[in-house]
T-cell receptor, first 111, second 117 residues
Framework: KQEVTQIPAALSVPEGENLVLNCSFTDSAIYNLQWFRQDPGKGLTSLLLIQSSQREQTSGRLNASLDKSSGRSTLYIAASQPGDSATYLC??????????FGAGTTVTVRA | GAVVSQHPSWVICKSGTSVKIECRSLDFQATTMFWYRQFPKQSLMLMAT?????????EQGVEKDKFLINHASLTLSTLTVTSAHPEDSSFYIC?????????????FGPGTRLTVL
């Protein structure tokens, strides 16, 4: 069974600082890995999707890396802003379309 | 992009009553929908997969008779929590699987917050 772990569980930084969020998974036979953002009481917003053959994906201030062999992914958010405050979820997809989620990292960016 | 809606967005009910949650695909047809549950400060857990025209498949540990899933059409899947109890209070989210709308990502509904008193 795929286990997904996210560290840290919570993170508080001053505005402008770079954020580093970590995700690890136990089964390296993944199809892809996705990072989501979830605001309190809301659904999920997809941020980045990395296919198993890729090493990283970038979108604006966001960059996600994937090391499938070691079962790790890292989400970098550059020059954080208060609007980046949210919970970030990592999810890995196996070949049966099902997603396994981590518990998330709750980020607070202080103005 | 593909849009998934849920109704209601939140519901409060008394213990012992049943609650129906609707999940609709607004601009595409979905033969399959996934239903997830999220308890406070925990990860999303897949509950079941609804299949249009056939029975839903449930994940291990999910009670089929308690969480009734119906996929009546290519744009509507429903989850009914029967005889709800306080421990069923959770955030329920549906999603369309990858490949829907021509993209590899998975589209999620906005979620339904269920509170059972």
């Amino acid at each position: 069974k795929q286990e997904v772990t996210q560290i840290p569980a919570a993170l508080s930084v001053p505005e402008g600082e770079n954020l580093v969020l970590n995700c690890s998974f136990t089964d390296s036979a993944i199809y892809n890995l996705q990072w989501f953002r979830q605001d309190p009481g809301k659904g999920l917003t997809s941020l980045l999707l990395i296919q198993s053959s890729q090493r990283e994906q970038t979108s604006g201030r966001l960059n996600a890396s994937l090391d499938k062999s070691s079962g790790r992914s890292t989400l970098y958010i550059a020059a954080s802003q208060p609007g980046d405050s949210a919970t970030y979820l990592c999810a890995v997809r196996l070949w049966d379309y099902k997603l396994s989620f981590g518990a998330g990292t709750t980020v607070t960016v202080r103005a | 992009g593909a849009v998934v809606s849920q109704h209601p967005s939140w519901v409060i009910c008394k213990s012992g009553t049943s609650v129906k949650i609707e999940c609709r695909s607004l601009d595409f047809q979905a033969t399959t929908m996934f239903w997830y549950r999220q308890f406070p400060k925990q990860s999303l857990m897949l509950m079941a997969t609804s299949n249009e025209g056939s029975k839903a498949t449930y994940e291990q540990g999910v009670e089929k008779d308690k969480f009734l899933i119906n996929h009546a059409s290519l744009t509507l899947s429903t989850l009914t929590v029967t005889s709800a109890h306080p421990e069923d209070s959770s955030f329920y989210i549906c999603s369309a699987p990858p490949g829907t709308g021509g993209r590899d990502t998975q589209y999620f509904g906005p979620g339904t917050r269920l509170t059972v008193l």
